[in-house]
């Protein structure tokens, strides 16, 4: 799926420009703040509960949920719908974009009922059926979306913007119907337990509030980021235009090999939640140290191939000899943004949430204050040293706290020196060889490489890759 999705976003970037990629990134963080409100704490709260108190409480827990999640998304959808036009025309500077945002406020009970059900889905080791619902939704988003841009023709960024919303909302409302008859047999009788109301809030509320203050700092960011690059010259198309290209097209080239960490770090906190309740220490510590091992193989490698076979990357996906620039720039902040991903699910695994809420919101706010500052003076270079800056801060101050409660000890050779030598060595060796062949088979043939030199340095063993694969079993 996240294979598809790069690729319409190439097709998006193509049929709309990077100003209208821009123009949409911005709107979409403001759509943000608001989901941030719809869904904060949401998931967490569901998981823990539901793996905790489910076995008291029965099915009840499940619809006390659920009821928390459908009244905390409406609010948040009367709330964007009531300030769409101020928050178009004083944030965006784009009056017309207000129609987009009330066709957006009404998705936002559908993403807090989907992301209650993932976290149901999270605690009884069903992710087949959340990864069911996403690959349905996005085939429909993708069907909808290219069908209206193809019998509408929008002439102008708003415009494919309204399309592209629209498609949206029809495909969250049908996420969450979807979400709501799988999870069925999760939610069948039972009374409605109030006496855990207060556990709830208790889990939910923190990682709540933290993400409210993190998203208006983020939003802010974001929109300042255009304004900062119109004060250092840019005109307001080409202001857009740059946004959207380090938003809408760099950084999903960045994100796309996480995808399998993304899942991992989602299903790793039932497991984590599990152990920490029942007091296994060495149990967590072991899951732990084992998946920051594997985090760094699969980032050091990922980190190296973005940085010699970006420029291929750039041409193929966009045509644009700026997009191969910037993958090679930010290519080295891979394995800082890999890391802390990982990390932040393992904080909330163990109930930190609200340590992370204050790493979270400090260093949205050093951002905030960097691209206030930066990005007037020197342009998108300044956002560049934003970005670097940002994940730095955050992983340190995340890995720090984490080690503080668990004690972690990572192998530097087997981590860290040999993965490194590994990944050049099976990076650079054949692009050696004379008439090597398509960039495309050169990374193939770089992944397979570097397995073998893996296992030959001992930073791979059977017993890992039996444990990877473990993961994603039902039990």
């Known amino acids: 799926m996240r294979l598809l999705a790069m690729g319409f976003q190439v097709y998006l970037t193509q049929r709309i420009g990077s100003e209208g990629i821009g123009l949409f990134e911005l709107l979409m963080s403001v759509y943000g703040l608001s989901a941030s409100l719809a869904v904060s704490g949401v998931r967490l709260s569901t998981t823990r509960l539901v793996l905790e108190v489910s076995r008291r409480s029965g099915d009840g827990v499940v619809r006390l949920c659920l009821t928390y999640a459908l009244l905390l998304g409406t609010g948040a959808g009367v709330l964007l719908y009531v300030c769409s036009g101020p928050a178009a025309a004083l944030w965006l500077d784009a009056p017309e974009l207000a129609r987009c945002l009330r066709v957006l406020a009404f998705t936002l009970p559908c993403l807090s009922v989907s992301s209650c059900v993932s976290g149901l889905f999270s605690a009884r080791r069903q992710a087949g059926r959340m990864a069911l619902i996403q690959v349905l939704e996005f085939a429909l988003h993708m069907a909808l979306t290219i069908g209206g841009l193809a019998v509408l023709r929008p002439s102008r960024p708003a415009e494919a913007c309204l399309v592209l919303v629209c498609s949206s909302c029809l495909c969250d409302g049908f996420s969450a119907a979807l979400a709501l008859v799988l999870s069925r047999r999760e939610r069948t009788g039972g009374r409605l337990p109030l006496e855990h109301v207060g556990?709830?809030?208790?889990?939910?509320?923190?990682?709540?509030?933290?993400?409210?203050?993190?998203?208006?700092?983020?939003?802010?960011?974001?929109?300042?980021?255009?304004?900062?690059?119109?004060?250092?010259?840019?005109?307001?198309?080409?202001?857009?235009?740059?946004?959207?290209?380090?938003?809408?097209?760099?950084?999903?080239?960045?994100?796309?090999?996480?995808?399998?960490?993304?899942?991992?770090?989602?299903?790793?906190?039932?497991?984590?939640?599990?152990?920490?309740?029942?007091?296994?220490?060495?149990?967590?510590?072991?899951?732990?140290?084992?998946?920051?091992?594997?985090?760094?193989?699969?980032?050091?490698?990922?980190?190296?191939?973005?940085?010699?076979?970006?420029?291929?990357?750039?041409?193929?996906?966009?045509?644009s000899a700026e997009v191969e620039r910037y993958i090679r720039l930010l290519a080295p902040l891979v394995p800082l943004m890999y890391l802390d991903t990982t990390v932040d699910g393992m904080l909330k695994g163990m109930g930190l949430q609200k340590a992370s809420m204050g790493i979270n919101i400090v260093d949205a706010a050093v951002s905030l204050l960097l691209v206030w500052q930066l990005i007037p003076r020197v342009g998108l270079k300044g956002y560049l040293l934003t970005l670097y800056v940002s994940e730095t801060l955050n992983f340190l101050l995340s890995f720090r706290q984490l080690n503080r409660h668990a004690g972690l000890r990572l192998p530097f050779y087997r981590s860290v020196l040999a993965p490194l030598m590994a990944a050049m060595c099976a990076i650079v060796l054949p692009r050696l060889v004379p008439g090597g062949g398509q960039p495309v088979a050169l990374m193939v043939c770089s992944l397979a490489l570097y397995y073998v030199l893996l296992r030959l340095l001992g930073s791979v063993t059977r017993r890992d890759i039996r444990w990877f694969l473990g993961i994603f079993r039902k039990k």
């Open 199 to 319: 556990d709830l809030l208790s889990i939910a509320l923190p990682d709540a509030l933290g993400s409210w203050v993190r998203s208006g700092l983020v939003s802010a960011k974001h929109v300042l980021i255009p304004k900062g690059l119109r004060r250092f010259g840019a005109g307001s198309a080409q202001a857009l235009s740059s946004y959207g290209m380090i938003q809408g097209m760099v950084m999903p080239v960045l994100g796309f090999p996480a995808a399998v960490l993304g899942t991992v770090s989602g299903l790793l906190v039932p497991e984590i939640a599990e152990s920490h309740a029942n007091g296994q220490q060495r149990r967590l510590t072991a899951i732990m140290e084992r998946v920051l091992h594997l985090t760094l193989l699969f980032s050091l490698f990922t980190g190296g191939i973005l940085l010699v076979y970006g420029g291929d990357l750039g041409r193929m996906l966009y045509r």
